[in-house]
């Protein structure tokens, strides 16, 4: 292997809280011979993600520098392989987790029956919960029921309720400490951890406060002056770096639980707003400081100050990862806030305006395509008040976003690291019974990379099969969650052209997800199977991985092709449709939206219809099938809104 980086790739990493131990490891590992274009990720990936982008701008400014000195330390992926130390000691990701003030007895249970624990701890963590949440209300409850007894019966009465008093107190404690927990998470904006460094843990940083440390001090840049994509976008290029728009492009996935649908960060054209007492309890004092200010005056509203979030690259990547990372109820939610007033009405050739909806706030079809695309709304003309939109964890919609940076023929190859938990078998990753004695070995056979063209497309399979009836129905619908959040994510992955590009990391019950305080052994396995799994993608070929692209490229657009060709001919005809079709040939009649900018874009597209007609009947008739021996499944064209 090289010393000095020859190659160029992307990387996508799936969430996974504490799994995320796995990828500095395997960063570092490729980074011994890849240098990074393009990574993405969600939750505990984002945090992953936005730390490699952060190494790979240090590295950049280093080697732009011209010093032949070694990269400093905390720069770059020297200062990567520091971060990648702290994580894998033992308390250390607990210690990042700090419950807010009120939520200590909720946090401790969420991480219990989350957690590795066996059921009857489970089930006497959530009855030492209650009371612990709520142990004023047991009492007073208890006490109640027990004078009730007393003062009809006298002791007898009292020693006959005392039984059914203390079940009726518990159950009352219950819901009161439900209610309880309910008031925490809405106070410290859905979540019992916000990220922030509380009063009692101030000597410890919190996960927030640690990743604005990681992400200025990998960049190389001060405490004062935030990580932006901006600063990754124009960051210097490698000597003989291939031209692209951007030397280092990081995206994330968040999901906006208002508005039903994942969303790509950093926003497009995003129009939303932020309330500085509200980002104060999420980020550190001087990343709010460093956006009040860039934000210019702000819209008051109802006595409130509105701060306009930063747009495309001038939005800070630690917000964009917090976003992503807000694992629901466990960590604090991110609420922006978006206008309600007066629209502006936007050019016909973007849309027609519908009759009578002026005033709508998606009044137009392109409005409301934008809305889901892109994460903004439209221009507002006159600013009547904000409504809240809550921004969880991009698990949620989108845990495995294999389909960022994806291109029909990539330049390079954009590899992704998948988690395996003990009940997935989707991905041919043998899970032992026990362990080779060399952790290194163990490490080595946890991890898979399929290396033939027949491997890595089996379904997954789980069963929900349980010994009691109430364990299997919870099993059945907790299946039926799962299959809402990964159904995408899990049939992309199994696609030819996409397995061959993910590298697949088994863990063991007792590794990542909620173990928030695995012991030093764990985190060390864990470790080496990041570090395993970056050297399995060397083994990747690229030009297979090529071929296999350009064959379903050629047999999806061959396809899609004749479809196009079928429907311009329709036996027998529909007059009441000639007019939609002689549009599309002729331009007569004139289309009634989108219409095109100039006389040479309209010739063209007749042009091009005429061309993919004949093209498509011609391959209909005569052939060639490109299909013909292409990789099973069979690919498909489709339209489908970008988020």
Not at 71 to 85: D, I, K, N, Q
Not at 191 to 206: E, H, I, K, Q
Not at 273 to 292: G, H, I, K, T, Y
Request: net charge neutral; glycine share 8%.
């Amino acid at each position: 292997m090289s010393q000095t980086p020859t190659r160029y790739c992307d990387l996508v990493m799936k969430g996974g809280i504490t799994s995320g131990v796995v990828y500095p490891n395997a960063v570092l590992a490729l980074a011994r011979d890849f240098r990074f274009k393009n990574i993405g990720g969600t939750s505990a990936g984002a945090i992953a993600a936005a730390a490699t982008a952060a190494a790979a701008l240090g590295d950049r400014k280093h080697i732009a520098s011209g010093s032949a000195a070694p990269c400093p330390a905390t720069l770059g992926f020297a200062g990567l392989e520091r971060v990648a130390a702290q994580l894998s000691s033992q308390g250390f990701i607990f210690s990042l987790f700090q419950p807010a003030r009120g939520a200590k007895n909720a946090y401790r249970l969420i991480v219990t029956l989350a957690g590795n624990a066996g059921p009857l701890r489970k089930l006497f963590a959530a009855m030492v919960a209650v009371v612990a949440v709520a142990p004023l209300e047991a009492l007073l409850l208890l006490g109640l029921f027990l004078s009730l007894g007393y003062g009809v019966a006298g002791a007898p009465g009292l020693a006959a309720v005392a039984l059914p008093a203390a079940i009726c107190a518990y159950l009352g404690a219950a819901i009161a400490a439900v209610l309880r927990v309910a008031r925490v998470a809405r106070r410290n904006l859905m979540g019992l951890c916000s990220g922030r460094t509380t009063r009692r843990d101030a000597s410890r940083p919190a996960l927030t406060e640690w990743m604005h440390d990681v992400l200025q001090s990998l960049s190389g840049k001060t405490a004062a002056d935030p990580l932006l994509f901006d600063d990754l976008w124009s960051a210097p290029r490698y000597p003989g770096e291939p031209a692209t728009e951007t030397a280092i492009t990081l995206q994330m996935i968040t999901t906006g639980v208002s508005h039903h649908e994942p969303r790509t960060l950093p926003f497009t054209d995003a129009a939303f707003w932020f309330l500085r007492e509200e980002f104060d309890l999420l980020f550190p004092p001087v990343l709010v400081d460093a956006m009040v200010t860039g934000a210019g005056a702000p819209e008051r509203v109802d006595g409130k100050a509105y701060y306009r979030l930063p747009p495309k690259g001038r939005m800070p990547v630690l917000v964009a990862m917090r976003m992503s990372l807000s694992f629901p109820l466990l960590i604090s939610a991110v609420p922006l806030h978006e206008p309600v007033g007066k629209r502006t009405r936007r050019a016909n050739s973007e849309g027609e305006t519908f009759d009578g909806e002026e005033g709508n706030s998606e009044a137009t079809l392109s409005q409301s395509t934008d809305s889901l695309a892109t994460g903004g709304d439209a221009p507002v003309a006159s600013i009547e008040g904000f409504r809240i939109c809550w921004f969880s964890d991009g698990g949620v919609s989108s845990n495995f976003p294999l389909h960022l940076f994806d291109a029909p023929l990539p330049r390079w190859p954009t590899f992704a690291i998948n988690l395996v938990y003990p009940q997935d078998s989707d991905t041919g990753v043998a899970i032992e019974s026990s362990e080779p004695p060399n952790p290194r070995d163990a490490a080595e056979a946890a991890v898979w990379l399929p290396l033939h063209n027949n491997r890595g497309w089996r379904r997954s399979y789980r069963s929900i099969a349980r010994p009691v009836a109430l364990a299997e129905i919870s099993g059945f619908l907790f299946g039926i969650v799962s299959t809402m959040q990964n159904w995408r994510d899990l049939l992309q992955s199994r696609a030819p052209g996409q397995r061959d590009r993910i590298v697949h990391v088994s863990l063991d019950a007792t590794e990542g997800g909620m173990n928030l305080d695995m012991s030093q052994a764990i985190l060390d396995s864990i470790s080496l199977k990041g570090t395993a799994a970056g050297e399995r993608l060397y083994s990747f070929s690229f030009a297979n991985h090529y071929w296999v692209r350009w064959r379903n490229v050629a047999s999806g657009l061959q396809r899609y092709t004749m479809r196009i060709a079928a429907s311009a001919d329709v036996i027998p005809p529909i007059p009441a449709y000639d007019g939609a079709f002689a549009t599309v040939r002729t331009g007569t009649p004139p289309p009634v939206s989108y219409k095109f900018r100039s006389a040479e874009a309209q010739a063209a597209s007749q042009n091009l219809y005429a061309d993919l007609v004949v093209r498509g009947k011609e391959w209909a008739d005569l052939g060639p099938d490109l299909g013909d021996g292409t990789p099973r499944p069979l690919p498909q064209m489709q339209i489908t809104p970008i988020y």
